[in-house]
C-alpha cells in the first residue's frame, strides 16, 4: 500500500484491517456485483510533482494569449487589473478548502465576507438585499426570471426581453425554458414599444451586449403603470460606479456578472452570476443568503439564512436547485471592493468610460466603419458592409494585436457588426496601434 | 478583533460618504448619472490585509484539521494543482478568443474528457455543469430531449429513493418532471416492489439513484434496478456525490446507469472554496451523446475543435464551457494519481470508513450492519431518548474538540443521524483521534450533559439564533 500520496504505512494497514476483521481489500466490497468489479481501464502512469508541472506549463503554452493590453475583446468578460493582495488573501488555505458554512461557529469567515459580498452588490445595484452568489451571468438571468414569475400575480408567465442580449445568455435561457415552458420574447430596442398588459416582468439590459448605456425611464414607467415587474441584467457592473444604478430606476429584480470585479476572464469560467432585489422578495430568490444574528451571550454571527427556501429542505419545492455556487469568487469581488473603494470604482469607472470614448474618436476616422452613436462603455459597436471582420481579426493578431467579436457569426440579425472593447490595460498608444493596423488592413 | 464587516469598522466615514464623484464629467447626461453614492469603505492594503486574514482564521477547512463531513468527500486539496489552475496562460484566456489560440484548454478538456469516461463507463462528458445540482438538471434536460425524440414527451415523472440528496427532486421540477418517492427497505437498499409499483403506474422518465448510497451502503440490487427501469422505456441516472468509493472499482456505465454526473470539487480533489466553485460535467452512453449541451470538444484533422454541430442538443446550460479551472485541477489530479493512483485512492476512503465505522459501531446506534463504502452513517437517536442530547449538540461539542462535524439530520430517514466520510487522505492517526474523541463525548453525555448542551465556546460566537435571523432579517450591512 505505501506510497506517497496515502499517509497510513503497511503496519498501520494491517492494524486497520485487523480490526476491521478482514484479510483482504476484496472483503470489503463483496456488496459489489463481482462480474463488474476491477473494470480495465487504460493506463495513465502517475507523474510526481515537477513532471507534472512540466507537462501542464507545455499544455500552457499551446494558448496562445497576448498581453491584455493588445487584446480588444470584452462583451461581458473583460481583462482587469488585480491587486496582488486578491490573490494572496484568496490563497488562503482557511478560505479555499473549507465547504459550504453549514456550521456557522466554524464558519465565521466564510459568513462574514459573503455578508460583506451581498452589501456590496446590494449596493452597487442600488437594491435592498443580495444572494450570496449564482453560477454565472447567462444562469443568473434564467433564474431571475424564474423567480419573477413565482412574484408576478399574473396568471401567465410571459416575459419579454428588449435590447441586445448576449447570444450566450440568451443560448442558457432558451435551454432552460425547455423545462419551464415559459413564454418568453425578445425584441430590439425601440422608443415607441407598446408593452402588453399581460407580461410578467421584461428584462432590460445596463448596459447591453453592444456596451450601449440606455434611458430605461420611459419603458420602466410603461412597464410600472401595467403592473409589470422590471428585471435589470449587468454584465459589467463596474458601469454603476458612474451611471444611474437600477434601483434608482426602481427595478425590482436585477441580476447580473460579477466576474470582471476581481477575477480573471479564465475561458469563460469560472464566473460569478449574482442576484439582488427588494426585502420583500426575499422568500423568492433562488441561492444561499447570508444574514446577521446574535449566540445566547447577545455576541453578533452570521448564519445561513432562511434555509426553508432552499433544495436541502423543502426538496421539490425548493425556489431552485442550486446548492454549491462560487462562493470563492464572492470573496475575491469582495476583496477587490475593499481594495478599491468608493474612489477607487468611481475612477475606474471614469477611466474606462473616457478610454470608451478614445476608442469611439479614434474609430471615427476609419472612413469604412461606422460608429454606434447611442453612449457606450467598454464596448464599442461598429458597422460595416465592406470589411470581412474575420480576415481582419486574423490580419490584426498577426500584428500583435486582438480584434474584437465577429457579432456576425453570433447571430444572423447582427450582419455587419462587430464590437471592439477597451480594458483597464488599454493604453492610448494601443488604441492608435489598433486604428493604424485596421487602417492597414483596408487599405491593403 | 472581532468578527464585524468592513462596513461597520468604518461606520462613522461610511455614515458622511462623499458625493458621487464625476458629477461634472463629459458625455453623460444628467438623467443616466449615479445619484446615490457608493457607501464603501476606504481602506489602506494594511487594513484589508488584517481584516480578510483574521477572517480567515475564524474558518476551519481541510487545512486546519479533520473534515469528516458526509457525502462531501473533503479530501486533502494538492497546493500543485492551484498553482497550476494560476498560471496566466490559462487564467488570462479570454471565451471569445479563437480556437487556434486556445488549443492547450480545448485540449485539456478533450482528454479530462476521455478520462473521465473510461474510468466512470461513459462516451462523453461535458463540462458546462458549475456544480452538481447543475449536473443533475442538465442530465435530466437530455433524458427529457431523448424520450421527445423517441416521440414520448408524456414521460414526465421521475423517481427518486427517500435517502436522495435534495437536490435531485429539486432539479427533477426545474427540468419539468413530477417528482415520486421510493422508499428504502431494511437492509438499505431500494423497496423493489415500490419500484415496480411506481413504474407501472406512471409514465416514468428516470430514476435517480446515488451509488453507494448516502447512507454509505452499495445497491446490491442494481443491476436488477437497472434492467427492470430500462423494460419500462425509463432510463437510470447516476448522482456523482458519492463516487469517490469507485473509482478502478466499478463504473456507473457498467452498473446499467446512462447518465452519470460527477462532482469534480469532491471526487477530484479540487477545493470547495468555501461554497464553490465546483465541477459537475455529465458522462452519457453513446445513445445520449447527441442531447448533450454544446459545443463538445473534438479532435479533428490534427486540432481540438468546438463542434456546434448537433441539431438534437439540448443548448448550452452554462455561458461558456463550464468552471475550467477546477476542470484543469481535475486533468491534473489524475496525471498525479495515474489509474493506480486512483483505484487506491477509493480503497484508502473505503478502507478508512470502515475502520471508522468498527471503532465507532458501540457508541453510537449503527442503523444498518453491513460493511459500508466511502462513508457510513450513525444514529445518536438512543442517546437523545436516554439523555436528551441531540445529534447538533454531539456536533457543537466536536467544534469545540477541532473537528469539523459530520453531516447531520442527513439522510433524513435516519433520525438523529451523523453521516461520516473520513476520506482516504487521513491517517491512521487522525482517525484513532477521532475515535478517541467521538469516545469521550459518548462519556460526557452521561456524565456532563451541560458540555455539550453549550457547546461550542471555543469560537468566536456560540450556537447562533437562527430562528432571529428570519423573523428580524438583517441581510446587509447597510439596510
Same mark, same amino acid.
Given at each position: 500500500?505505501?506510497?506517497?500520496?496515502?499517509?497510513?504505512? $503497511?503496519?498501520?494497514?494491517?492494524?486497520?484491517?485487523?480490526?476491521?476483521?478482514?484479510?483482504?481489500?476484496?472483503?470489503?466490497?463483496?456488496?459489489?456485483?463481482?462480474?463488474?468489479?476491477?473494470?480495465?481501464?487504460?493506463?495513465?502512469?502517475?507523474?510526481?510533482?515537477?513532471?507534472?508541472?512540466?507537462?501542464?506549463?507545455?499544455?500552457?503554452?499551446?494558448?496562445?494569449?497576448?498581453?491584455?493590453?493588445?487584446?480588444?475583446?470584452?462583451?461581458?468578460?473583460?481583462?482587469?487589473?488585480?491587486?496582488?493582495?486578491?490573490?494572496?488573501? *484568496?490563497?488562503?488555505?482557511?478560505?479555499?478548502?473549507?465547504?459550504?458554512?453549514?456550521?456557522?461557529?466554524?464558519?465565521?469567515? *466564510?459568513?462574514?465576507?459573503?455578508?460583506?459580498?451581498?452589501?456590496?452588490?446590494?449596493?452597487?445595484?442600488?437594491?435592498?438585499?443580495? $444572494?450570496?452568489?449564482?453560477?454565472?451571468?447567462?444562469?443568473?438571468?434564467?433564474?431571475?426570471?424564474?423567480?419573477?414569475?413565482?412574484?408576478?400575480?399574473?396568471?401567465?408567465?410571459?416575459?419579454?426581453?428588449?435590447?441586445?442580449?448576449?447570444?450566450?445568455?440568451?443560448?442558457?435561457?432558451?435551454?432552460?425554458?425547455?423545462?419551464? +415552458?415559459?413564454?418568453?420574447?425578445?425584441?430590439?430596442?425601440?422608443?415607441?414599444?407598446?408593452? %402588453?398588459?399581460?407580461?410578467?416582468?421584461?428584462?432590460?439590459?445596463?448596459?447591453?451586449?453592444?456596451?450601449?448605456?440606455?434611458?430605461?425611464?420611459?419603458?420602466?414607467?410603461?412597464?410600472?403603470?401595467?403592473?409589470?415587474?422590471?428585471?435589470?441584467?449587468?454584465?459589467?457592473?463596474?458601469?454603476?460606479?458612474?451611471?444611474?444604478?437600477?434601483?434608482?430606476?426602481?427595478?425590482?429584480?436585477?441580476?447580473?456578472?460579477?466576474?470582471?470585479?476581481?477575477?480573471?476572464?479564465?475561458?469563460?469560467?469560472?464566473?460569478?452570476?449574482?442576484?439582488? *432585489?427588494? *426585502?420583500?422578495?426575499?422568500?423568492?430568490?433562488?441561492?444561499?443568503?447570508?444574514?446577521?444574528?446574535?449566540?445566547? +451571550?447577545?455576541?453578533?454571527?452570521?448564519?445561513?439564512?432562511?434555509?426553508?427556501?432552499?433544495?436541502?429542505?423543502?426538496?421539490?419545492?425548493?425556489?431552485?436547485?442550486?446548492?454549491?455556487?462560487?462562493?470563492?469568487?464572492?470573496?475575491?469581488?469582495?476583496?477587490?471592493?475593499?481594495?478599491?473603494?468608493?474612489?477607487?470604482?468611481?475612477?475606474?469607472?471614469?477611466?474606462?468610460?473616457?478610454?470608451?470614448?478614445?476608442?469611439?474618436?479614434?474609430?471615427?476616422?476609419?472612413?469604412?466603419?461606422?460608429?454606434?452613436? $447611442?453612449?457606450?462603455?467598454?464596448?464599442?459597436?461598429?458597422?460595416?458592409?465592406?470589411?470581412?471582420? +474575420?480576415?481582419? $481579426?486574423?490580419?490584426?493578431?498577426?500584428?500583435?494585436?486582438?480584434?474584437?467579436?465577429?457579432?456576425? %457569426?453570433?447571430?444572423?440579425?447582427?450582419?455587419?457588426?462587430?464590437?471592439?472593447?477597451?480594458?483597464?490595460?488599454?493604453?492610448?498608444?494601443?488604441?492608435?496601434?489598433?486604428?493604424?493596423?485596421?487602417?492597414?488592413?483596408?487599405?491593403? | 478583533?472581532?468578527?464585524?464587516?468592513?462596513?461597520?469598522?468604518?461606520?462613522?466615514?461610511?455614515?458622511?460618504?462623499?458625493?458621487?464623484?464625476?458629477?461634472?464629467?463629459?458625455?453623460?447626461?444628467?438623467?443616466?448619472?449615479?445619484?446615490?453614492?457608493?457607501?464603501?469603505?476606504?481602506?489602506?492594503?494594511?487594513?484589508?490585509?488584517?481584516?480578510?486574514?483574521?477572517?480567515?482564521?475564524?474558518?476551519?477547512?481541510?487545512?486546519?484539521? #479533520?473534515?469528516?463531513?458526509?457525502?462531501?468527500?473533503?479530501?486533502?486539496?494538492?497546493?500543485?494543482?492551484?498553482?497550476?489552475?494560476?498560471?496566466?496562460?490559462?487564467?488570462?484566456?479570454?471565451?471569445?478568443?479563437?480556437?487556434?489560440?486556445?488549443?492547450?484548454?480545448?485540449?485539456?478538456?478533450?482528454?479530462?474528457?476521455?478520462?473521465?469516461?473510461?474510468?466512470?463507463?461513459?462516451?462523453?462528458?461535458? #463540462?458546462?455543469?458549475?456544480?452538481?445540482?447543475?449536473?443533475?438538471?442538465?442530465?435530466?434536460?437530455?433524458?427529457?430531449?431523448?424520450?421527445?425524440?423517441?416521440?414520448?414527451?408524456?414521460?414526465?415523472?421521475?423517481?427518486?429513493?427517500?435517502?436522495?440528496?435534495?437536490?435531485?427532486?429539486?432539479?427533477?421540477?426545474?427540468?419539468?418532471?413530477?417528482?415520486?418517492?421510493?422508499?428504502?427497505?431494511?437492509?438499505?437498499?431500494?423497496?423493489?416492489?415500490?419500484?415496480?409499483?411506481?413504474?407501472?403506474?406512471?409514465?416514468?422518465?428516470?430514476?435517480?439513484?446515488?451509488?453507494?448510497?448516502?447512507?454509505?451502503?452499495?445497491?446490491?440490487?442494481?443491476?436488477?434496478?437497472?434492467?427492470?427501469?430500462?423494460?419500462?422505456?425509463?432510463?437510470?441516472?447516476?448522482?456523482?456525490?458519492?463516487?469517490?468509493?469507485?473509482?478502478?472499482?466499478?463504473?456507473?456505465?457498467?452498473?446499467?446507469?446512462?447518465?452519470?454526473?460527477?462532482?469534480?470539487?469532491?471526487?477530484?480533489?479540487?477545493?470547495?472554496?468555501?461554497?464553490?466553485?465546483?465541477?459537475?460535467?455529465?458522462?452519457?452512453?453513446?445513445?445520449?451523446?447527441?442531447?448533450?449541451?454544446?459545443?463538445?470538444?473534438?479532435?479533428?484533422?490534427?486540432?481540438?475543435?468546438?463542434?456546434?454541430?448537433?441539431?438534437?442538443?439540448?443548448?448550452?446550460?452554462?455561458?461558456?464551457?463550464?468552471?475550467?479551472?477546477?476542470?484543469?485541477?481535475? #486533468?491534473?489530479?489524475?496525471?498525479?494519481?495515474?489509474?493506480?493512483?486512483?483505484?487506491?485512492?477509493?480503497?484508502?476512503?473505503?478502507?478508512?470508513?470502515?475502520?471508522?465505522?468498527?471503532?465507532?459501531?458501540?457508541?453510537?446506534?449503527?442503523?444498518?450492519?453491513?460493511?459500508?463504502?466511502?462513508?457510513?452513517?450513525?444514529?445518536?437517536?438512543?442517546?437523545?431518548?436516554?439523555?436528551?442530547?441531540?445529534?447538533?449538540?454531539?456536533?457543537?461539542?466536536?467544534?469545540?474538540?477541532?473537528?469539523?462535524?459530520?453531516?447531520?439530520?442527513?439522510?433524513?430517514?435516519?433520525?438523529?443521524?451523523?453521516?461520516?466520510?473520513?476520506?482516504?487522505?487521513?491517517?491512521?492517526?487522525?482517525?484513532?483521534? #477521532?475515535?478517541?474523541?467521538?469516545?469521550?463525548?459518548?462519556?460526557?453525555?452521561?456524565?456532563?450533559?451541560?458540555?455539550?448542551?453549550?457547546?461550542?465556546?471555543?469560537?468566536?460566537?456560540?450556537?447562533?439564533?437562527?430562528?432571529?435571523?428570519?423573523?428580524?432579517?438583517?441581510?446587509?450591512?447597510?439596510?
Amino acid at each position: 500500500m505505501q506510497s506517497s500520496l496515502f499517509p497510513n504505512s $503497511n503496519d498501520e494497514q494491517s492494524e486497520i484491517f485487523k480490526t476491521i476483521g478482514v484479510k483482504f481489500f476484496s472483503e470489503l466490497v463483496q456488496d459489489l456485483p463481482k462480474e463488474k468489479l476491477n473494470p480495465d481501464l487504460n493506463v495513465i502512469d502517475a507523474l510526481n510533482e515537477k513532471e507534472l508541472s512540466q507537462e501542464l506549463s507545455c499544455l500552457g503554452e499551446k494558448n496562445f494569449i497576448l498581453a491584455p493590453n493588445r487584446s480588444f475583446l470584452g462583451g461581458g468578460i473583460y481583462y482587469r487589473f488585480i491587486p496582488s493582495i486578491v490573490d494572496y488573501l *484568496t490563497s488562503r488555505s482557511e478560505f479555499y478548502t473549507a465547504y459550504t458554512p453549514y456550521q456557522p461557529e466554524m464558519s465565521q469567515g *466564510t459568513l462574514v465576507s459573503i455578508f460583506e459580498f451581498q452589501t456590496y452588490m446590494a449596493e452597487l445595484t442600488g437594491m435592498e438585499i443580495s $444572494n450570496a452568489s449564482l453560477y454565472d451571468g447567462a444562469t443568473a438571468l434564467a433564474e431571475s426570471i424564474i423567480m419573477a414569475s413565482r412574484i408576478s400575480p399574473k396568471k401567465e408567465k410571459k416575459f419579454l426581453i428588449v435590447g441586445a442580449l448576449a447570444p450566450h445568455y440568451r443560448k442558457v435561457l432558451d435551454t432552460y425554458n425547455e423545462g419551464l +415552458n415559459y413564454d418568453i420574447k425578445y425584441l430590439e430596442d425601440d422608443d415607441n414599444l407598446e408593452l %402588453d398588459e399581460e407580461l410578467s416582468s421584461i428584462v432590460l439590459m445596463y448596459p447591453n451586449y453592444f456596451g450601449q448605456v440606455l434611458n430605461n425611464d420611459k419603458i420602466i414607467n410603461q412597464a410600472k403603470q401595467k403592473g409589470i415587474g422590471i428585471i435589470m441584467g449587468v454584465p459589467n457592473p463596474l458601469a454603476l460606479g458612474l451611471f444611474k444604478s437600477p434601483g434608482e430606476y426602481g427595478a425590482d429584480i436585477v441580476f447580473g456578472e460579477a466576474v470582471s470585479l476581481g477575477s480573471n476572464p479564465s475561458f469563460g469560467g469560472p464566473a460569478l452570476g449574482f442576484i439582488t *432585489t427588494k *426585502t420583500d422578495f426575499v422568500r423568492h430568490i433562488p441561492g444561499r443568503i447570508v444574514g446577521e444574528t446574535i449566540d445566547k +451571550n447577545d455576541k453578533v454571527g452570521y448564519v445561513l439564512t432562511f434555509q426553508t427556501r432552499e433544495q436541502h429542505i423543502r426538496r421539490e419545492r425548493a425556489t431552485s436547485n442550486i446548492c454549491s455556487n462560487q462562493g470563492l469568487m464572492a470573496l475575491r469581488t469582495t476583496m477587490y471592493l475593499s481594495s478599491l473603494g468608493k474612489e477607487g470604482i468611481e475612477n475606474l469607472a471614469k477611466d474606462i468610460f473616457e478610454k470608451t470614448q478614445i476608442l469611439k474618436n479614434k474609430l471615427s476616422a476609419i472612413s469604412d466603419f461606422v460608429i454606434d452613436r $447611442n453612449l457606450s462603455f467598454q464596448d464599442v459597436l461598429i458597422s460595416s458592409d465592406l470589411i470581412d471582420f +474575420n480576415e481582419l $481579426n486574423r490580419f490584426l493578431r498577426e500584428r500583435n494585436i486582438q480584434g474584437g467579436i465577429v457579432l456576425s %457569426d453570433q447571430d444572423a440579425y447582427w450582419d455587419g457588426l462587430y464590437l471592439l472593447s477597451v480594458n483597464d490595460f488599454t493604453k492610448e498608444s494601443d488604441i492608435d496601434d489598433l486604428v493604424c493596423a485596421i487602417e492597414g488592413f483596408i487599405n491593403e | 478583533m472581532n468578527n464585524r464587516p468592513i462596513f461597520y469598522k468604518k461606520e462613522d466615514e461610511i455614515k458622511s460618504v462623499a458625493p458621487v464623484a464625476y458629477a461634472d464629467i463629459n458625455g453623460i447626461p444628467d438623467e443616466l448619472k449615479r445619484e446615490n453614492s457608493l457607501r464603501f469603505p476606504s481602506l489602506t492594503e494594511t487594513e484589508v490585509s488584517r481584516h480578510y486574514t483574521y477572517l480567515s482564521t475564524l474558518n476551519h477547512g481541510v487545512d486546519s484539521g #479533520f473534515y469528516p463531513l458526509g457525502s462531501c468527500t473533503m479530501k486533502y486539496n494538492y497546493k500543485v494543482l492551484e498553482k497550476i489552475a494560476a498560471a496566466d496562460a490559462f487564467q488570462h484566456v479570454h471565451p471569445f478568443d479563437s480556437i487556434e489560440n486556445t488549443q492547450g484548454l480545448l485540449e485539456i478538456l478533450y482528454k479530462t474528457d476521455q478520462y473521465l469516461s473510461d474510468i466512470f463507463g461513459y462516451e462523453h462528458f461535458t #463540462f458546462q455543469p458549475a456544480a452538481g445540482a447543475h449536473g443533475e438538471y442538465t442530465g435530466l434536460l437530455i433524458i427529457r430531449a431523448y424520450h421527445k425524440d423517441l416521440g414520448q414527451s408524456d414521460r414526465d415523472v421521475v423517481l427518486i429513493p427517500d435517502s436522495a440528496h435534495g437536490t435531485n427532486p429539486a432539479s427533477a421540477v426545474l427540468a419539468g418532471y413530477r417528482v415520486r418517492k421510493i422508499p428504502t427497505n431494511e437492509e438499505g437498499n431500494l423497496k423493489l416492489d415500490i419500484l415496480k409499483q411506481e413504474l407501472g403506474k406512471y409514465n416514468v422518465a428516470a430514476l435517480m439513484l446515488t451509488n453507494p448510497s448516502t447512507l454509505g451502503l452499495f445497491e446490491t440490487q442494481i443491476l436488477e434496478i437497472a434492467d427492470i427501469v430500462h423494460d419500462a422505456g425509463g432510463l437510470l441516472y447516476y448522482d456523482g456525490a458519492n463516487a469517490n468509493a469507485l473509482m478502478g472499482l466499478i463504473r456507473p456505465g457498467d452498473m446499467g446507469f446512462d447518465v452519470c454526473h460527477l462532482n469534480l470539487h469532491k471526487t477530484f480533489g479540487t477545493p470547495h472554496g468555501g461554497g464553490g466553485p465546483g465541477s459537475g460535467p455529465v458522462g452519457v452512453k453513446k445513445l445520449l451523446v447527441p442531447f448533450l449541451p454544446k459545443p463538445l470538444v473534438d479532435f479533428v484533422d490534427g486540432q481540438y475543435i468546438l463542434d456546434d454541430s448537433s441539431k438534437k442538443s439540448i443548448g448550452q446550460v452554462h455561458g461558456f464551457y463550464g468552471n475550467v479551472s477546477v476542470v484543469i485541477k481535475t #486533468f491534473a489530479y489524475i496525471l498525479m494519481h495515474g489509474t493506480q493512483g486512483l483505484k487506491m485512492a477509493s480503497e484508502q476512503a473505503i478502507i478508512n470508513a470502515n475502520y471508522l465505522q468498527e471503532k465507532l459501531r458501540n457508541l453510537y446506534k449503527l442503523p444498518f450492519d453491513r460493511r459500508c463504502m466511502h462513508e457510513f452513517v450513525l444514529s445518536a437517536s438512543k442517546v437523545k431518548k436516554e439523555f436528551g442530547i441531540s445529534v447538533l449538540d454531539i456536533a457543537k461539542t466536536l467544534i469545540d474538540n477541532g473537528i469539523h462535524p459530520p453531516t447531520i439530520y442527513f439522510p433524513q430517514i435516519v433520525s438523529e443521524c451523523m453521516m461520516i466520510e473520513p476520506t482516504e487522505s487521513e491517517s491512521k492517526e487522525t482517525l484513532d483521534d #477521532f475515535v478517541e474523541i467521538m469516545t469521550k463525548i459518548r462519556d460526557e453525555i452521561e456524565q456532563n450533559p451541560d458540555l455539550l448542551h453549550n457547546a461550542p465556546v471555543s469560537r468566536i460566537v456560540g450556537r447562533l439564533d437562527e430562528a432571529k435571523a428570519v423573523k428580524e432579517p438583517k441581510l446587509t450591512a447597510l439596510n
